[in-house]
């Protein structure tokens, strides 16, 4: 068995495990990279939490969080749920809808950065059909993170083939016998269908929030953190300053309060699904 | 009929021809608009990259060219090195699904046959690594490369890939899982080796697992951003990622919007290209290797 997990333990301990532990190391001391880490206790902590771009990076990514991954949720269970039925051009619309999460990354922040370019961009000329005069989107610091919102939620559609997965493991005898017994599709879809893919929304809302906590393309393609810092993302704050301003020992204290909130993110998340997600065979885990 | 009715009951489906349930009608009109909505800024990207400069900056945008301007697909690989961001993300990519094949395989195995107490401490512990934010190891990662002289290599891109990596992991472990122990049985009848067996036996049966594994190792490969940006840094090693980055970030005063969507779609190309080829074992790896 060693034999086989061998590549994987060699890589744990050199890609994971020391760079956590020198990582932590590091947050304790004043470091540039090129020369040798030198130690100032907590100072990095104290920084931290008197520096302002720390605690805008906070607000902006929360903000993100809070209003993107709850949506992006919903609407993948959505589409899922539409596509679980039998209905024309179903293969059409599935694959419609999972086009758009193939664009990621700098691609799609490409394409959308010309979308929202308030002359000639396609949003507002959408916009325009209903009458309304939209914003200039990327340049003004009121809705700069919103529209960075509005693109998140184009790549749903990838949420959506995991929830498809999970519908086709819900079995069809299950839901015969509450039809049989007369129950509606709502309370079909509350009773039965909800509990038995809840292990897929634990598994979509934990990767999400870990996801979301960790943009950093669209501020470094897109905005470069702007305008006046609206979107300032967190992992975009620890990389401009381990990698702009070479203060790498900063960098690592932002770096593992990243790493406790995920920690803490996931703990809960695990705590509460023991009480409320079903797991296969009933049994709670 | 219920709205989570599985596609096994086309029967049942069947005999109600004739009644068009509300419900449907609502879904089925509902996923039009969506439909429309998510394809139409993908309609955009190549309707722009075929627009000549003077009609990419027209308002309102024209839906499709006036006159189809194919020369853009060419000047890409004369302005950008379009050719050398290609082949270098090509490389890193094929590379990375390379060695990710065979560790995170050898490793599901491993975890999927041996049952034992520090086999799922180990198990927990790489379960764990998922969760792992890669920011929070990358300044380490990034001083442990510098020592070995690896800056501005490819190696820092690659090399990670050949160790396992946990989510490709867990994956393949919940495919091997599913293997019929009685197969094995047969195999060490026969005096096959476990090292064979992973050959000969687990790895054929799980075309689409290693299917699902390969494209995900792909896509991540071929779209990541932040790695290429912290190791590599002469322009002629830029992965197409980096390359396209540098076309915002150097500030042109008008964006050349249609040569940013000849990017784009080339781009997406490739990963379109396998999508569409292994799309059957795809779906299927999804459903059988289920996030449970």
């Given at each position: 068995?060693?034999?086989?997990?061998?590549?994987w333990l060699v890589g744990f301990l050199v890609f994971a495990l020391y760079p956590i532990l020198s990582s932590l190391y590091y947050s304790f001391t004043d470091y540039d990279i090129i020369h040798p880490p030198r130690f100032?206790?907590?100072?990095?902590?104290?920084?931290?939490?008197?520096?302002?771009?720390?605690?805008?990076?906070?607000?902006?990514?929360?903000?993100?969080?809070l209003v993107s991954v709850p949506i992006q949720l919903l609407l993948g269970l959505g589409f899922a749920l539409l596509l679980h039925q039998t209905i024309p051009l179903r293969g059409f619309f599935r694959t419609a809808m999972y086009f758009p999460s193939m664009v990621s990354g700098v691609a799609m922040s490409l394409l959308w950065y010309?979308?929202?370019?308030?002359?000639?961009?396609?949003?507002?000329?959408?916009?325009?059909?209903?009458?309304?005069?939209?914003?200039?989107?990327?340049?003004?610091?009121?809705?700069?993170?919103?529209?960075?919102?509005?693109?998140?939620?184009?790549?749903?559609?990838?949420?959506?083939?995991?929830?498809?997965?999970?519908?086709?493991?819900?079995?069809?005898?299950?839901?015969?016998?509450?039809?049989?017994?007369?129950?509606?599709?709502?309370?079909?879809?509350?009773n039965i269908t909800l509990p038995m893919i809840s292990p897929v929304l634990l598994f979509?809302?934990?990767?999400?929030?870990?996801?979301?906590?960790?943009?950093?393309?669209?501020?470094?393609?897109?905005?470069?953190?702007?305008?006046?810092?609206?979107?300032?993302?967190?992992?975009?704050?620890?990389?401009?300053?381990?990698?702009?301003?070479?203060?790498?020992?900063?960098?690592?204290?932002?770096?593992?309060?990243?790493?406790?909130?995920?920690?803490?993110?996931?703990?809960?998340?695990?705590k509460l699904s023991n009480r409320y997600v079903h797991y296969e065979g009933g049994g709670r885990r | 009929?219920?709205?989570?009715?599985?596609?096994?009951?086309?029967?049942?489906?069947?005999?109600?021809?004739?009644?068009?349930?509300?419900?449907?009608?609502?879904?089925?009109?509902?996923?039009?608009?969506?439909?429309?909505?998510?394809?139409?800024?993908?309609?955009?990207?190549?309707?722009?990259?075929l627009k000549s400069k003077k009609e990419m900056l027209?308002?309102?945008?024209?839906?499709?060219?006036?006159?189809?301007?194919?020369?853009?697909?060419?000047?890409?690989?004369?302005?950008?090195?379009?050719?050398?961001?290609?082949?270098?993300?090509?490389?890193?990519?094929?590379?990375?699904?390379?060695?990710?094949?065979?560790?995170?395989?050898?490793?599901?195995?491993?975890?999927?046959?041996?049952?034992?107490r520090g086999n799922q401490?180990?198990?927990?512990?790489?379960?764990?690594?998922?969760?792992?934010?890669?920011?929070?190891?990358?300044?380490?990662?990034?001083?442990?490369?510098s020592h070995m002289n690896w800056i501005d290599t490819f190696l820092p891109l690659i090399v990670p890939a050949f160790f396992g990596s946990a989510y490709n992991i867990f994956l393949l472990r919940q495919f091997f899982s599913t293997l019929p122990e009685e197969l094995f049985d047969a195999g060490r009848i026969d005096g096959c080796g476990e090292l064979r067996m992973w050959w000969t036996i687990a790895l054929p049966l799980s075309a689409p697992a290693l299917a699902t594994v390969a494209i995900f190792a792909f896509i991540y490969s071929w779209n990541d951003l932040l790695t290429p940006v912290l190791y590599l840094?002469?322009?002629?090693?830029?992965?197409?990622?980096?390359?396209?980055?540098?076309?915002?970030?150097?500030?042109?005063?008008?964006?050349?919007?249609?040569?940013?969507?000849?990017?784009?779609?080339l781009a997406m190309l490739p990963i379109v290209t396998l999508f569409a080829l292994a799309q059957k074992q795809f779906v299927e790896g999804i459903v059988l290797t289920g996030i449970k």
């Open positions: 068995m060693y034999m086989f997990i061998s590549p100032i206790g907590l100072a990095n902590y104290t920084e931290m939490f008197h520096n302002e771009l720390f605690w805008k990076s906070v607000t902006v990514t929360l903000r993100y969080t010309w979308i929202f370019n308030p002359q000639i961009g396609l949003f507002n000329y959408m916009l325009s059909w209903f009458g309304i005069h939209g914003p200039a989107w990327l340049m003004n610091p009121d809705t700069a993170l919103y529209a960075l919102i509005i693109m998140s939620l184009w790549t749903a559609g990838s949420g959506m083939i995991l929830f498809l997965a999970g519908l086709q493991g819900v079995p069809a005898s299950l839901i015969e016998a509450a039809n049989l017994d007369g129950a509606g599709r709502f309370r079909i879809f509350l979509q809302l934990i990767m999400g929030l870990i996801d979301s906590f960790q943009v950093f393309t669209q501020a470094f393609v897109m905005t470069q953190g702007g305008p006046n810092y609206s979107t300032w993302f967190y992992v975009y704050n620890l990389y401009t300053s381990a990698f702009k301003e070479y203060r790498a020992g900063y960098s690592s204290a932002l770096a593992w309060v990243l790493l406790i909130v995920v920690m803490i993110f996931t703990a809960i998340i695990m | 009929m219920s709205i989570v009715r599985t596609a096994n009951h086309r029967p049942a489906a069947s005999a109600h021809r004739r009644r068009i349930d509300p419900v449907k009608a609502a879904s089925f009109i509902t996923l039009l608009i969506t439909t429309f909505l998510m394809l139409l800024p993908l309609f955009f990207m190549v309707s722009t990259s027209k308002f309102p945008p024209t839906f499709l060219p006036e006159s189809w301007a194919w020369s853009n697909y060419r000047d890409i690989f004369d302005t950008l090195q379009f050719g050398t961001l290609y082949k270098n993300s090509l490389i890193i990519a094929v590379l990375t699904v390379i060695g990710t094949l065979i560790s995170s395989g050898l490793v599901a195995y491993g975890f999927a046959r041996f049952r034992g401490f180990l198990f927990v512990l790489v379960l764990s690594t998922m969760m792992l934010p890669y920011p929070a190891i990358m300044i380490p990662q990034f001083v442990l490369f840094s002469s322009s002629e090693k830029f992965t197409l990622p980096v390359g396209m980055a540098s076309l915002t970030s150097s500030r042109f005063r008008i964006p050349p919007w249609h040569l940013l969507m000849v990017a784009s779609v």
